[in-house]
């Protein structure tokens, strides 16, 4: 069976489950998700099972393995270049840019 890329796993989410599901590939745990989000650590248990549900994971280990064989193995396989900073080009985060370049998304997006 073939699983569906991140992005289309993501598309099932709503926006909220969207915020933890990102927090729960940065490994955070419950109580560093409700405070990076304002949200009591009840409704970050409430989004994880919504999110867990939604793409036929059981834990956050399972998940974050489901986000890097759909995201980053691909690019590994294929040998994408590392830049400066030992990541994957393709992957670098807008947000994210490498030393000595200025991200384009403005500091109150992020």
Not at 10 to 24: C, H, K, S, T
Not at 34 to 47: C, G, K, M, N, Y
């Amino acid at each position: 069976m073939s699983t569906p890329g991140t992005e289309a796993l993501l598309d099932l989410l709503r926006y909220p489950e969207r915020e933890v599901a990102a927090l729960i590939a940065q490994d955070l745990d419950t109580a560093g998700i409700a405070e990076r989000l304002f949200i009591s650590p009840w409704t970050v248990q409430d989004h994880c099972k919504a999110i867990f549900e939604k793409t036929g994971t059981h834990t956050r280990r399972e998940f974050r393995a489901l986000v890097f064989f759909n995201d980053h193995l691909p690019a590994i396989v294929v040998r994408t270049p590392l830049d400066s900073g030992g990541h994957l080009e393709e992957l670098r985060h807008p947000a994210n840019p490498p030393p000595g370049e200025h991200s384009s998304i403005p500091p109150t997006a992020i």
